[in-house]
């Protein structure tokens, strides 16, 4: 599978062969420029590969245009970024229904409350993104990629933009809520620690896997 | 390089990058401002050339006398008074002069009886030239002279019939006057004029030269004390006024466009300053910590501005000349109002001091528009800004509505100032201040107005994410709505004011006007008692009401008013207010409104007037609309007229005609029972007709007025457009994260739809509030104190509702322009964290 | 005062919701001297060289450069002592997108009143120092993030500050870009015989150091 990203048509991935299992936790691991985020990209149906297949559950995201992979989207991945991207005219409780009403689920709020509730936001539903620290707005984009209950959960840098200790706790948290639902989660870094928390650590350089190491 | 230049390089450095990056956030400011210069100047061009050739032709009349006694009413003043006048200290000659006006070949001519002797001392430009050589032509009583515009194909040699007020006689074309060409004049002998034309013993002007070094005020006011009741003296400065006044209302009228395009302009400049200083946060920030100081941040958000006003001002007075030229040639010096005459297209007189203070004006509009974001850069704290790259909103953050209140209040206070010179200065400030507040209160009102909607939920996620951002986040909507709604506002409030003026005329025309046919004889009062009977005996003619017009001087330093002679004077026209019944014994007399205002009258007043060589008081009974004489009118009963002057002639009559009666076949019959001499020269016109040519005069005085509003608005429009685009532009990372989520492109475009239709939406509603409340300065306030009548407040709906409506329609159309580009940004790469 | 360039004495700082980031920071820099500063993410080591550069005030506490107390100045007489003694380079690069490189460069000089020309002239020297010779007409879309931080280091030794301070100057780099910016910085730092305040918790970044302080609740202590 490769990317090609005109106009300039440079080459980011070089033919990736990756399958994972439903439930794993992967970290996709290199250097800025390796292909890490292109992977990510294609794997979460944000961009689509120039050749060959990506099959998530009975989908081929390969083979959808533009809306048809936003709709694929839709409760099916969940994302979460370094700049935690919270909308901020939004509650965090509006916030993290967004996503579920996108999805078409009936009781959006119940459940986003539920989901806050989950990542230990019970007291902030009401409050706007302004209104919380950097850690608290990651776990809202937490709870707001996990609340459709996602097949894939990517976290793009989760604490980028976060002390460590917040990102340790940022961290255990994902980890957490991965072990709860079942969903597959992609970690993308290039903070090896990170990386190592994951049951399987990919490496890439120069848009092709050079390692794949399973834990135990 | 001077030190000063130097030490704004970084300043230059970052203006100048910041137009290379956007050139057209620029050119909609640049552009704003030039039409609003270009406006302003091109009106003010307009208008001084027409008024310069005006005060051209008023000269000629003149001759170049110093000083002018003249009459206060058409009888005229006692010839006896002429020796007097002469023999008083400082004047150094005296020309008596007979003031006719004439018809002749059917053309009005100003007829003047000189004695051209003495004429020869004081008003020499007035001399004619005779065509045969023989100099004693110009004492014949049968010789005519007359102006090449008089001439109209006329050669010299010819006999000729001159009519005046009825009466015919012939001349002689004896030859021209080359002082005045242009306009249509003619000269005959003064005693020829008294003998010919039953003017015996009067004398209607008597033209001054006084002694060399003479002191004018002293003889001034030695000449009041000598002039009886009926005359007045006039000099130069007076007759500059009189016309001025002529077309002031329209020059206030187009002044007031004027301002609107400015205003817009400086609104303009403000929503793209405020846009780029919000957007350029980090870089002020970074300024800041590298050492700028507080001052240089200010002077570049000023200095840009300034380069704005600079640029805009230079490009609008060419474009103003341009616009100018081009209205004189297309329209006429009265751009289509029919206050001068047709066909006369007065040179472009260019005015060096008006477009240094049009550019001015501009650049001040510029810079005040750059005050408020310059202020707001300066208050950036550098080191937080730095780390805050994305716009911290807070939706808790309550807009405050205290400064747009204080700015309405002061505005409200300023509209209750009185006129400034005439000039209803404080009703202007008003305006704009009016308009400032209503931009003030922008960021209010979006949140007040969508407030029941964010409390809605909404199963579609497009309406319900625009609704929760623009409720969240309105003073930026407020910023991308600042120039539409000022423009939308102004606009508004021209129109609504232009419906209240049609519609009050339209009442008034339908109250003055309840008779069949109408009779004018343009001017000329052609009727005397024995014409009058006659028109009144024509077949299928059930009642005439006969009148004539008269000029009538009340203060020798302000316009003639018109005195209107009819009966019934008093009850004629329906009374504004009350009306109260004159005195036993007394003289009733009804004044209209624009007289009322400037000579501050009120039922119950009394008024000196000039009849009859005396001064007679006049109880003033009541008040009457009338918005055809600017200068005012008084009503007097024809009866009490006819015994004070004995000037039993009328001008005008309104005829009642039989039931059934054809009105046609009435006016054919009029004019084949009246006398050839006044059947040519009257007009009659049914009811309808004159009604429709009165509002199709008024429309088309104002049909120029709605191609610039809607030019305006186009410029306001435009200016939602690039700050709608760079805002969209500005929230990629957002969108990119909604797709991230699963949002499709065409969600966020349909979004971005309705987040624009909303903003329309909320730019209408204030709009059309903020022009409803500047048309009540209009009407209220600018009105009375430039021309000195009222009007009732008419709304029209249809207009509002259909603004509104445009205004959603263009702001969604152009919010989904700007964000189908916005989107197409790769939503991986928007959400990544760099600038 | 003690000759010292810098001087801190028992400053201390909460953030503005209360949270106390430091009690007891005292800290002197001799002229030429280069420290580096470790510490966890959010225990305030941005906040100290705010503090230094005049951007933020010390609840208690002073900060003197060149003799200078800080809180004695207003904020103007703080600016023109910013732009005249030091040098900044920061993680997200601030490189103004709308000037050229050679333009970002000389933004220092320019704003103490040099003339543009010879600004641009010392830029393009310094780009090229820093290995983008010829690009001074280049603008910054145009570059990678190592790039531009190269830019920034250039920027901030353009006026030969007394003073840099470098606040995680490779935080958004990756790491092999990282490690090449440093020596860079390194290099220049040296070569300039500016003292420096560089902020990371990058162990070999701080190695390059004359000396290593780690910054805790308590203050700076050697690490």
């Known amino acids: 599978m490769s990317l090609g990203k005109p106009p300039a048509r440079v080459q980011i991935l070089r033919g990736i062969d990756l399958s994972v299992a439903p439930g794993e936790s992967v970290a996709l691991l290199g250097p800025s420029g390796s292909g890490k985020s292109s992977l990510m990209a294609v794997l979460a149906g944000l961009e689509r590969p120039s050749g060959g297949q990506v099959r998530v559950t009975d989908l081929d995201f390969a083979r959808l245009d533009e809306d048809g992979l936003a709709i694929a989207r839709r409760g099916r991945i969940g994302i979460v970024l370094q700049a935690f991207h919270l909308l901020p005219t939004m509650t965090a409780l509006e916030n993290v229904a967004v996503p579920l009403e996108l999805a078409g689920q009936p009781d959006a709020f119940a459940r986003a409350e539920a989901e806050l509730t989950a990542v230990g936001l019970a007291h902030r539903l009401r409050h706007y993104p302004a209104q919380m620290s950097g850690g608290e707005q990651q776990r809202v984009a937490i709870a707001r990629a996990i609340a459709p209950r996602p097949t894939l959960l990517f976290a793009d840098e989760p604490t980028g933009n976060l002390d460590a200790a917040t990102g340790h706790a940022i961290m255990d948290l994902l980890f957490a809520r991965h072990a709860d639902t079942g969903a597959t989660l992609f970690v993308i870094t290039h903070d090896a620690g990170l990386a190592e928390r994951c049951a399987r650590v990919i490496e890439l350089s120069d848009g092709l896997i050079v390692a794949d190491r399973r834990h135990a | ?835 | 005062m003690n000759g010292n360039l810098l001087a801190l004495s028992h400053v201390a700082k909460s953030v503005p919701g209360g949270r106390l980031l430091f009690g007891d920071v005292s800290l002197d820099l001799a002229a030429g001297e280069f420290v580096a500063i470790m510490g966890e993410s959010g225990v305030g080591k941005s906040t100290l060289l705010n503090l230094v550069a005049g951007l933020d005030a010390p609840d208690r506490g002073t900060v003197a450069l060149d003799g200078t107390l800080l809180d004695t100045l207003g904020e103007d007489a703080r600016a023109a002592l910013r732009r005249r003694r030091i040098g900044f380079v920061f993680q997200a690069f601030h490189i103004l997108p709308h000037l050229t490189l050679g333009q970002n460069v000389g933004l220092p000089l320019v704003l103490l009143r040099a003339p543009p020309r010879a600004a641009i002239a010392r830029a393009t020297d310094l780009l090229a120092a820093v290995g983008l010779a010829g690009r001074e007409g280049d603008y910054p879309s145009q570059l990678s993030g190592g790039e531009l931080q190269r830019v920034a280091i250039a920027r901030a030794i353009a006026h030969r500050p007394a003073l840099i301070l470098a606040d995680e100057p490779t935080g958004n780099l990756d790491p092999d870009t990282a490690a090449r910016v440093l020596d860079l910085l390194v290099a220049q730092i040296r070569e300039t015989g500016a003292a420096a305040l560089l902020v990371t918790h990058s162990e070999v970044a701080a190695a390059a150091a004359d000396r290593v302080l780690r910054l805790t609740a308590d203050g700076l202590v050697a690490a």
């Not at chain 2, 005195?583 to 009322?596: D, F, L, M, N, T």
């Open chain 2, 1 to 835: 390089m001077t030190a000063a230049w130097r030490a704004a390089t970084a300043p230059r450095w970052m203006i100048a990058g910041e137009w290379h990056a956007h050139p057209v956030r620029i050119a909609t400011a640049v552009i704003a401002i030039a039409i609003g210069v270009a406006l302003g100047f091109a009106v003010h061009l307009v208008n001084a050339s027409a008024l310069d050739r005006f005060a051209r032709g008023l000269a000629t009349v003149n001759g170049g006398a110093d000083l002018r006694i003249e009459t206060t009413s058409r009888q005229g003043i006692g010839e006896n008074l002429y020796p007097r006048i002469a023999r008083l200290p400082g004047i150094a000659a005296a020309s008596p002069v007979v003031v006719l006006h004439a018809r002749i070949g059917g053309m009005p001519v100003d007829l003047l009886g000189l004695d051209a002797l003495r004429a020869a001392q004081v008003t020499p430009t007035l001399l004619p030239r005779p065509g045969a050589g023989d100099p004693m032509a110009v004492f014949d009583p049968q010789s005519l002279f007359l102006s090449h515009a008089a001439l109209a194909g006329h050669r010299v040699g010819e006999r000729i019939i001159v009519v005046v007020d009825g009466r015919a006689q012939s001349f002689t074309i004896a030859g021209s006057l080359p002082g005045a060409q242009a306009r249509a004049l003619g000269m005959i002998d003064i005693a020829a004029a008294q003998s010919r034309f039953a003017r015996l013993g009067t004398i209607d002007r008597i033209d001054l030269k006084l002694a060399h070094g003479a002191d004018t005020g002293r003889i001034r006011a030695t000449l009041n004390a000598a002039l009886p009741p009926g005359a007045i003296l006039a000099g130069t400065a007076d007759d500059a006024d009189r016309t001025d006044a002529l077309s002031r209302a329209y020059r206030v009228n187009l002044d007031m466009l004027a301002l609107v395009a400015l205003l817009t302009g400086a609104f303009l400049v403000y929503s793209a300053q405020a846009l780029s200083v919000a957007r350029r946060g980090p870089h002020f920030a970074l300024l800041r910590v590298l050492g700028a100081d507080r001052r240089m941040v200010t002077g570049q958000v000023l200095a840009e501005g300034l380069v704005f006003g600079v640029i805009g001002a230079a490009v609008g007075i060419g474009l103003g000349l341009g616009i100018a030229m081009l209205v004189l040639r297309l329209v006429g010096g009265d751009l289509g109002s029919g206050y001068f005459s047709a066909g006369d297209v007065p040179p472009l007189v260019f005015a060096p001091g008006a477009a240094a203070g049009f550019a001015a004006l501009g650049i001040a509009t510029a810079l005040i528009g750059s005050l408020v974001p310059a202020r707001t850069a300066a208050r950036i704290a550098p080191a937080v800004a730095l780390k805050n790259l994305g716009d911290a909103i807070d939706p808790r953050r309550t807009p405050a509505i205290l400064p747009a209140v204080s700015l309405a209040g002061v505005g409200v206070a300023a509209a209750l100032m009185p006129a400034v010179g005439g000039i209803a200065l404080f009703g202007y400030l008003s305006i704009g201040l009016l308009l400032a507040g209503g931009v003030a209160a922008m960021p209010w009102l979006a949140r007040a107005l969508l407030a029941p909607l964010a409390r809605r939920h909404f199963v579609s996620p497009a309406i319900e994410l625009a609704v929760r951002r623009l409720w969240g986040a309105p003073s930026q909507a407020a910023v991308a709505l600042s120039g539409i709604v000022a423009s939308v506002g102004l606009m508004i409030a021209m129109a609504v004011m232009v419906a209240s003026f049609r519609g009050s005329v339209d009442e008034w025309l339908g109250q003055i006007l309840p008779a069949d046919l109408y009779l004018t004889a343009g001017g000329d009062a052609p009727f005397d008692p024995t014409a009058q009977r006659a028109l009144a005996g024509v077949a299928g003619v059930r009642h005439v009401v006969f009148s004539v017009q008269r000029p009538i001087a009340l203060a020798p330093d302000r316009p003639a008013l018109a005195l209107v002679v009819r009966p019934d004077a008093a009850s004629a026209y329906p009374s504004l207010g009350r009306r109260i019944a004159a005195p036993p014994g007394r003289i009733g007399i009804g004044v209209s409104e624009p007289a009322a205002r400037l000579y501050q009258l009120a039922p119950g007043a009394t008024v000196a007037l000039p009849l009859g060589g005396h001064r007679v008081l006049a109880f003033v009974t009541g008040i009457f609309r009338d918005y055809a004489r600017q200068a005012g009118a008084i009503a007097i009963d024809s009866t009490t007229y006819d015994q004070l002057t004995g000037d039993t002639h009328r001008g005008d009559a309104a005829i009642d005609i039989r039931p059934g009666a054809d009105p046609a076949t009435v006016i054919a019959a009029i004019h084949r029972r009246l006398p050839p001499l006044i059947a040519d020269t009257i007009q009659i016109l049914p009811v309808a007709a004159l009604r429709q040519r009165a509002l199709a005069i008024f429309d088309r005085s104002f049909a120029i007025t709605y191609g610039l509003e809607a030019v305006a608005i186009l410029v306001g429009l435009a200016g939602v457009a690039a700050t709608a685009s760079a805002q969209t532009m500005a929230r990629t990372r957002e969108f990119g994260m909604l797709r991230h989520l699963g949002v499709t492109r065409r969600q966020i475009v349909a979004m971005l739809g309705i987040e624009g239709a909303l903003l329309g939406l909320v730019g209408g509603i204030a709009g059309v509030g903020l022009g409803c409340g500047v048309a009540q300065v209009l009407i209220r306030v600018i009105n009375p104190q430039s021309f000195n009548w009222t009007m009732d407040t008419r709304t029209p709906l249809g207009l509002l509702a259909g603004v509104v409506l445009a205004l959603i329609v263009a702001s969604a159309i152009t919010a989904m322009l700007a964000g189908r580009s916005a989107v197409s940004v790769d939503a991986v790469r928007a959400v990544r964290e760099d600038w």
